[in-house]
Structures are given as C-alpha cells and as structure tokens.
C-alpha cells in the first residue's frame, strides 16, 4: 500500500509554469506506475501523464504533450510534473494515482488532489 499526497497547486497567469510534487507519506513510490490525472469544474476526471517505476517510459496526454514533463526521484520518493506554458483551460484539480497496470489508466491509489488555477 501507498498514501500519497500533492504539493504545488496555485494561481499563476497563463503562460506560466509550476511544478507539482507527489510524495509518498507512507510506502514506497519507486513501486509503482505513477500517473496524474486532472479534473475540471463540471468535468470528468482524465488521465494527464505516467511514469514508469524506473523513470525510464513516460507518456502523455495530447493535450499537454510539449508543454508538461513528468519525473520522478525514488530516493526522495517523489513524484514531480514540471508544468510550462500553462493554459486557462489547464485549470483542475491534479491528482497523483499509483498502481496502474496499463498506459493511461489508473490504479487503486489516489491522492487527495492539489488546485491549479490558470488566469487569463
């Protein structure tokens, strides 16, 4: 098992950049396929980035590829997504997830979320 918890989340001017932190409060992150997922006011959750346990495959979403860089530091049992040329419409709850099997979908771990507001 693995608790996780976002760090990062603000208010930042489109065009912008901030970097999201997942930290593993208890267990050990290196274990998993760690993935973010977003969601919006009145929208679904949807799947934004992964990274593999080794750091080694990453994947993104279209709508953030080029503009986001996802990362990870095992021995600081962290998770990081450097966030760059924010949009409005990137505006959502980010939430860190652990344990999925596949590419872009989720495992059983979710953290409880961290704001990210885009002004324009």
């Known amino acids: 098992q693995v608790t996780l918890v976002e760090s990062g989340g603000g208010v930042v001017q489109a065009g912008g950049s901030l970097r999201l932190s997942c930290a593993a409060s208890?267990?050990?992150?290196?274990?998993?396929?760690i993935g973010w997922f977003r969601q919006a006011p009145g929208g679904e959750r949807e799947y934004v980035t992964s990274i593999s346990r080794s750091g080694e495959r990453t994947h993104y979403a279209f709508s953030v590829s080029g503009r986001f860089i996802i990362s990870r530091d095992n021995v600081k049992n962290t998770v990081y997504l450097q966030m760059n040329s924010l949009k409005p419409e990137d505006t959502a709850v980010y939430y860190c997830?652990?344990?999925?099997?596949?590419?872009?979908?989720?495992?059983?771990?979710w953290g409880p979320g961290t704001q990210v507001t885009v002004s324009s």
């Open positions: 208890r267990g050990t992150i290196s274990s998993y396929t």
């Open positions: 997830n652990a344990g999925a099997f596949t590419i872009a979908t989720a495992g059983e771990y």
